[in-house]
């Protein structure tokens, strides 16, 4: 069973950075693909970063491009979504989530962990 866990939300000032992590267990990931989400009130879930474990390649929302980065610590399987130069737009609730290479939903999600970035 794929387990992953969110940590390292909070308020932050916009301007400010905060980096998240997402501690992925219950199975070997180098055959997943791995991505951040969020959704702030009203508003649809989107994608905000993402990569191929054994690849590597990300993308990035064009929303985040040059501020945001992912990436992964392999023996820890953690991910991680390090984000800089925050805005208030920003604000959301951030989901990791993990879905097989030959699969194209986003099957495993964590619990979610709040960003809010105040002006």
């Known amino acids: 069973q794929v387990q992953l866990e969110e940590s390292g939300g909070g308020l932050v000032q916009a301007g400010g950075s905060l980096r998240l992590s997402c501690a992925a267990s219950?199975?070997?990931?180098?055959?997943?693909?791995m991505g951040w989400f969020r959704q702030a009130p009203g508003k649809e879930r989107e994608l905000v970063a993402g990569f191929s474990w054994s690849g590597a390649v990300a993308f990035y929302a064009d929303s985040v491009k040059g501020r945001f980065t992912i990436s992964r610590e392999t023996a820890e399987n953690t991910v991680y979504l390090q984000m800089n130069s925050l805005k208030p737009e920003d604000t959301a609730v951030y989901y990791c989530a993990a879905r097989s290479i030959s699969s194209s939903d986003f099957n495993y999600w964590g619990q979610g962990t709040q960003v809010t970035v105040s002006s």
């Open positions: 219950g199975r070997t990931f180098s055959s997943y693909v």
